[in-house]
């Protein structure tokens, strides 16, 4: 059953749009005076290393489902209640660098922002060295875009295969 049609069809159009928009560059909506999608993105993580969890949960949507390592809070309030505190303490021992960055345009009222990137530091006593990437899809009401969709997933830096030494 789905629980949020919006992801739904989010998924559809990103399969269908995808090759046209990773490969030509899809045409962003015309600019207005909020901040888009990768501006929010930033400020979502931006908000985390300064410890601000109540400001980080505005910029997300109510219904947001988040997929991280392979468990899932459904909704802002399971984010809220199971693990905001921890990844705030995450960002706030490590350094977040993005390496790369895409957006996918989804019509004006959608978009997809996919980000490879690389985090050094400490957390809990332990050395971080994770090369990670990262999908938030979000969507506009009105003239705010929120987020509506996050899909982390990391692995440890140490021994990542470069592309002139992956031979498979």
Request: proline residues 4%; aromatic residues 6%; negative net charge.
């Amino acid at each position: 059953m789905v629980k949020n049609p919006l992801l739904s069809l989010v998924f559809a159009a990103s399969v269908a749009a995808a090759p046209a928009a990773w490969s030509a560059g899809a045409a962003a909506p015309a600019a207005d005076a909020a901040p888009g999608p990768v501006a929010v993105v930033d400020a979502f993580h931006a908000e985390l290393k300064a410890g601000n969890a109540t400001d980080a949960l505005k910029l997300l949507s109510v219904s947001v489902s988040i997929f991280e390592q392979g468990f899932v809070d459904e909704t802002r309030a399971d984010y809220a209640g199971a693990h905001i505190a921890a990844d705030s303490a995450f960002a706030q021992g490590t350094d977040l660098q993005v390496l790369e960055r895409r957006i996918i345009w989804l019509g004006d009222n959608a978009a997809c922002v996919i980000s490879k990137t690389h985090t050094q530091g400490n957390f809990q006593a332990h050395a971080i060295n994770l090369v990670g990437t990262e999908t938030m899809v979000l969507q506009r009401s009105g003239s705010s875009w929120t987020i509506a969709h996050i899909h982390w997933s990391a692995h440890p830096a140490d021994g990542e295969l470069k592309p002139a030494d992956d031979k498979h």
